[in-house]
């Protein structure tokens, strides 16, 4: 902590390596391609610790894709995600050979089939389909429900896979569905997974054959001891279903979740007799998901300090906003330069961070044994306005 200072952002590199582990072993001899989600955590040292273990990633943006290949990353391992992407974005994949697009709509089919033409090229696809379940999840990352913005109806889905397998510039080659994030039971997977395999029959049927089917993420992770998914037990009910389908994942979330932690010192105690407060040095611009989700983390203090103040803290930052808090009503005995770590914080932690209030960025650190490295330094408050002007109004 001294070393890197504070806030800080501390991962484990045996941490991720063991839970890419559990998903890959859960295959066993099935083919399979494990797309980490890069937008749970695209530090370029993890994205390299999950490229040298030969994972696929799941992107969606082009900025993604070009982190992905700057960490040692396969782009003939990557599947292209997201409602929209740009004819310059498809350009770029088609051109660096991605494994394949998930196709949101039928006017992002008509754009990757323009784009693979003007290239005279095929572009890979599956198309997302949006299942229409329910994953008993937050609703801003509920993604599989009909009234959200993501895939398409099964109904659609069948006619633009007719379309596209009748184009000279689209390849079919699977099908594609992500129901939502932090999910803790099984069973909306599996309702999802029996939809998706009677529309493969359905296109069988047509003549139109999927090879792969790319189930997500989704798989959610306890941050308060609470029950979640168990992997084997998930992975062996898929592949129950699954025939000799190869299966692609995109857990995002599961591999980096719980091997990170947002590490911040205590600056002030204020107690009002009302309520506490540990004023700390992070904030809702470093790890936002209290303030966005309502999301609990716990809140751990670093060293034993049994001289300090016992008490029921709420955890808030200096950012003046009422929403900027990290944990609320927490038993804990603090003193001013306490250090606090907050769990589980790897997945949607950094990534979510902005500059809000002119904060710089935090530093990140990878873990590994006894051996420690930087992965990304703290920004400086001069590099925060280096792509800034100033307005000369003396101009007419
Ligand atoms: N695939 C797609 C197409 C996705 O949209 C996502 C996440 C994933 C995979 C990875 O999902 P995971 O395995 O991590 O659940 N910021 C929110 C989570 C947003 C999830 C967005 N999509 C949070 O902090 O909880």
Known sequence: MVEYGSPLYIYSHGQIVSNWQKFDQAFGGHPHLICYGVKANSNLGVLSVLANLGSGFDIVSIGEL???IAAGGKPERCVFSGVSKTKTEIHRALELGILCF??????????VESVAKLMSTKAPISIRVNPDVDANTHPYIATGLKENKFGVSIDTALALYKKAEHSQHLDVFGLDYHIGSQITEVSPFIEALE????????LKAEGIKISHIDIGGGVGIAYNAEKTINIEQYIRSVLDKVGDLEVILEPGRAIVGDAGIFVTQVEYLKQSGVKSFAIIDGAMNDLLRPSLYGSYHQAIAVEDNSKGIKDTWDLVGP????GDFLAKDRELTLTQGDYIAFMSAGAYGFVLSSNYNTRPRVAEVMVSGSHHALVRKRETVSSLFENEFIFNDEIN
Do not use: F, P, Q
């Open 66 to 68: 070009e982190r992905v």
């Open 195 to 202: 939809k998706a395999l009677e529309l493969i029959s359905k």
């Open 102 to 111: 998930n196709v949101e709509s039928a006017a992002e089919l008509d754009s």
């Open 319 to 322: 950012i003046c906003e009422t």
